[in-house]
C-alpha cells in the first residue's frame, strides 16, 4: 500500500471548515484514497473515499490533486464532536484490502 | 441502520487463559476483518476474510486463530494469554465489490491480568 503522510496535528475553531492534508505521493493507478476517523476509543468510522475526481457526502469533502499524489478532506462546519484522530488510508479496491492506520492527524475543534 | 456487533465488550481474563471474541457484520456484508489497538497506537491488522476463507494476514500471533461461519459472523480465538495481549479488538465488515468501504464495530476491551 502506498504510504502516506500527515501532519500531527491541526486545530480548527468551532463552525469553521477544517482542511485535512494528505500526501501520497506513491500512489499507484489502482489505489483508492480512504479516509477514516476515531474518536476516543471508538472504532474507527468510515468518512469518504475518492479514486480521481473530488467527492462529496453529507460528512465531508474530498480534493484530490489532478496528479494523485496528495488530498485534502474537508470537514465544511467543524463542531466539537469532530475532535478525533483523522486517518488518511490508500489502498486497492481489491477484496480484502485491509486499511493500514498510523500517522494519523489529530484534529481538536476549539469552541 | 444495522452496524457490526461485537460481543463481548468487556473481557477481562488472567495470563495463560483463552479468550474468544465475536462480530456480527453487518447483515449482507461477506468480508470481515480484526485489528488490535493497544493503548496508545494505531489499530493494527490482524487478519480477514471473505466469504468464509482467509484472505488476508497480518501481524497476528500464532497463539491466535480466527475462523468466519456460514452466517459470516466471525471469531477470533486467543490463547495463552499474555499481558500484551491487552488491547482494544475491533471487527470490521464490508461489502465485497468494486469499491467498497469497512464498517468498525465498537470493540472488544481485552484487559489481561
Known amino acids: 500500500d502506498a504510504k502516506t503522510t500527515q501532519p500531527p496535528s491541526m486545530d480548527c475553531a468551532e463552525g469553521r471548515a477544517a482542511n485535512l492534508p494528505c500526501n501520497h505521493s506513491?500512489?499507484?493507478?489502482?489505489?483508492?484514497v480512504y479516509w477514516y476517523r476515531q474518536i476516543h476509543s471508538q472504532g474507527p468510522q468510515y468518512i469518504i473515499h475518492?479514486?480521481?475526481n473530488n467527492e462529496t457526502n453529507e460528512m465531508a469533502s474530498l480534493i484530490i490533486t489532478e496528479d494523485r499524489k496528495s488530498s485534502t478532506l474537508i470537514l465544511p462546519h467543524a463542531t466539537l464532536r469532530d475532535t478525533a484522530v483523522y486517518y488518511c488510508?490508500?489502498?486497492?479496491?481489491?477484496?480484502?484490502?485491509?486499511?493500514?492506520f498510523g500517522d494519523g492527524t489529530t484534529l481538536t475543534v476549539k469552541p | 441502520a444495522a452496524g457490526v456487533i461485537q460481543s463481548p465488550r468487556h473481557l477481562i481474563k488472567e495470563k495463560r487463559e483463552t479468550a474468544t471474541l465475536k462480530c456480527y457484520p453487518i447483515?449482507?456484508?461477506?468480508?470481515v476483518y480484526w485489528y488490535q489497538q493497544g493503548p496508545g497506537q494505531d489499530p493494527q491488522f490482524l487478519i480477514s476474510?471473505?466469504?468464509?476463507?482467509?484472505?488476508d494476514k497480518g501481524s497476528i500471533p500464532d497463539r491466535f486463530s480466527a475462523q468466519q461461519f456460514s452466517d459470516y459472523h466471525s471469531e477470533l480465538n486467543m490463547s495463552s494469554l499474555e499481558l500484551g495481549d491487552s488491547a482494544l479488538y475491533f471487527c470490521?465488515?464490508?461489502?465485497?465489490?468494486?469499491?467498497?468501504?469497512?464498517?468498525f464495530g465498537p470493540g472488544t476491551r481485552l484487559t489481561v491480568t
Open positions: 470490521a465488515s464490508s461489502l465485497a465489490g468494486v469499491v467498497y468501504e469497512q464498517y
Open positions: 506513491t500512489i499507484s493507478g489502482n489505489e483508492y
Open positions: 475518492g479514486l480521481k
Open positions: 488510508i490508500v489502498r486497492p479496491f481489491t477484496n480484502a484490502g485491509k486499511s493500514t
Open positions: 447483515p449482507r456484508h461477506d468480508t
Open positions: 476474510f471473505y466469504e468464509k476463507m482467509q484472505s
